[in-house]
């Protein structure tokens, strides 16, 4: 299902779910559309984009990562349609309702499970993730979009001189402020807002930077970022005010290392 979505391709979730039913005679709808959940999960811990639809719920065995890792690894379509994927250039939607783009945040759950174990070093072949992270056509269009969306919505609220003086920062002072985007409150304050930008569903991880990070808890009541999620297919967004360690589970992925 996964190389089907990914290549555009159509596939019938309900018949998928059918004739694994057949074979897994002990097991119900509902535990087999659970257990997808749990692959969602396991696919994203993998650096894989999850099947849309199909929640991510963390609560699996360390087999079942196991098991999906040796499946992805003898399966070179999916790696090859992952990868397609999340380097296809993006633009802006020329068109969109913005009344309907808003949608609730995810929410923080706390990790549940088998405990931690020490670290197990594995060879991964790509971060599918992390590649989109870095899909500069992605992000440029994401931010656009959310220019034309702080116009509009500074618009509705009576606003035109604000809407008008929205900026794209990153384009027109560079990348390193911590944001991307300056927009304004209804009383003129600031608003800095960060944009992330996915192809993928709303439980997708994002990166962020030490800069982002630490301006998101030095202008708490001004940082805001900005999940846009689905966007090749129609552009949602979510929202989450102030420090991000209020609204996320934030794992150290990298360290710079200096000799002074």
Known sequence: MLALELSGQA???AAHRERLGAL?????????EF?????????LALGF????????RSNYQSLLLEVLEQQLKSNPLVDHAALAAVQLPAVAPPMIDFSRVRDQAPQLQPRTGEPSAPMVFKAVKRDYLEREALNQSLGLAGEKFVVEYEHWRLV???HQKLADSVQHISQSRGDGLGFDILSYEQDGRERFIEVKTTSFGRETPFFVSRGELALSKQAEDQFHLYRLFEFRKAPRLFELSGPLERHCLLDPITYRATFS
Do not use: D, M, T
């Open 11 to 13: 596939y019938n979730k």
């Open 24 to 32: 897994l005679k002990n097991r119900s709808n509902g535990s087999i």
């Open 35 to 43: 257990k997808h959940c749990n692959i969602s999960a396991a696919l």
């Open 49 to 56: 984009p999850y099947v849309a639809g199909y929640k991510p």
């Open 156 to 158: 509705k609220l009576g």
